[in-house]
C-alpha cells in the first residue's frame, strides 16, 4: 500500500511538471507562426483600428536642452538642436516642447551684458513660442555677489529657483534629457 502511494505521488509530481513546463522550441515558433498568419489574415478595419489607439496612446514630445558651459560654441549648438527638433516635428505637424535650461557658467547665455547668443533667442523665441529658456536663480544670486551688482538677464529667459532641481523635476514628468 506504503508502495503504490509513492509510486502515485511520483507520477502526480511528473505530470505537474509535463503540464507547468515551456512549451519546446518548435511549439513557439508554431505558435508564433500561427499569430502571424493570424495578424496578416486581420481585416483593414482591424488595422484601421489598431492605427488609431497607436495615435491616441503616443506621449507629447517634450525636450530638456541643459547648458551648463560659457561656451558660445556650446549655447549655439544648444539653440541649433532646439530649432532643429522644432523643425522636425513641425513638419510632421506634431507638437513639440522644449526647455533650455541655463545654469552655472551657462547662465550667460541669458545674461543680457555677456549673452553671444541674445539675438538669435530673441528671433528663435518671436518664431518658436513652444521654445522656452530658463535662467537658474541661484546662480545669478552667486554672480551677483561674485560680481557685486545685479544680473541682468534677457527678456525671453524665465527664472527658475534651481536649473538642476528644474531638469530632475521635468525628467520625472518624462521629459527627455540632452547635453549638447
Not at 505521488?9 to 522550441?25: D, K, N, Q, W
Request: contains cysteine.
Amino acid at each position: 500500500m506504503i508502495r503504490i502511494g509513492s509510486t502515485v505521488r511520483v507520477m502526480t509530481g511528473v505530470i505537474a511538471l509535463l503540464v507547468m513546463a515551456p512549451p519546446s522550441a518548435p511549439a513557439q515558433e508554431k505558435n508564433q507562426a500561427a499569430l502571424v498568419k493570424k495578424q496578416a489574415a486581420a481585416p483593414a478595419q482591424g488595422l484601421k483600428r489598431t492605427a488609431a489607439v497607436a495615435v491616441v496612446d503616443k506621449k507629447p514630445h517634450r525636450l530638456i536642452l541643459q547648458v551648463n558651459s560659457n561656451e558660445p560654441a556650446m549655447m549655439n549648438l544648444a539653440l541649433n538642436n532646439a530649432t532643429n527638433v522644432m523643425q522636425y516635428y513641425k513638419d510632421l505637424g506634431e507638437n513639440v516642447a522644449i526647455d533650455i535650461v541655463t545654469f552655472g557658467p551657462g547662465l550667460h547665455m541669458l545674461r543680457d551684458d555677456t549673452s553671444p547668443v541674445k539675438a538669435r533667442i530673441k528671433a528663435i523665441s518671436e518664431s518658436n513660442p513652444s521654445i522656452s529658456f530658463q535662467a537658474c536663480a541661484n546662480t545669478r544670486d552667486n554672480m551677483s555677489r561674485t560680481e557685486s551688482k545685479d544680473i541682468p538677464l534677457i527678456s525671453e529667459a524665465k527664472i527658475v529657483k534651481s536649473g538642476v532641481v528644474r531638469v530632475m523635476e521635468l525628467q520625472e514628468q518624462g521629459w527627455t534629457y540632452v547635453k549638447p
